[in-house]
């Protein structure tokens, strides 16, 4: 399940993640809130909390998850990845390098569990 996360700036989206992450939550959720936002911003910032009550991914949810990353490389301007699980850091630290070999302005940061003010505070610095 993907809850969002109030308090964020204007063109940044936020989610906290409980029990297993499916592709109904990418589809009914996370996806047309993307939209939405790139129908008023050129650039989004995402924050994409795992904290203790995850529970992993369904396969057609990390295959939504690469199709919206991938589909609006350009459109990220920061992605704030929160977790404690060491294959998500990884992934993100890939992920973040695609990011920024294929877009001039677009970050991704990784942080701990217990960084998620830091995490909440980046996304929203510039603005």
Known sequence: MLEPISGLPDN????T???????EDYETVLIPAVEEKLKHHEKVSLLYH?????DG????A????????LAHITNWEKIAIVS?????KKAGKVFGF???TMS???HVKIFNNEELDQAIAWIGEGE
């Open 57 to 60: 991914f369904e396969v057609g």
């Open 17 to 23: 993640t409980k029990g297993k992450v499916t592709s």
């Open 50 to 54: 795992m904290g203790d009550e995850f």
């Open 84 to 88: 404690d699980v060491n294959w998500i």
């Open 98 to 100: 695609a990011i920024d």
């Open 104 to 106: 001039s302005s677009g």
């Open 62 to 69: 990390m295959w939504d998850d690469a199709k919206v990353g």
């Open 12 to 15: 940044a989206l936020g989610f």
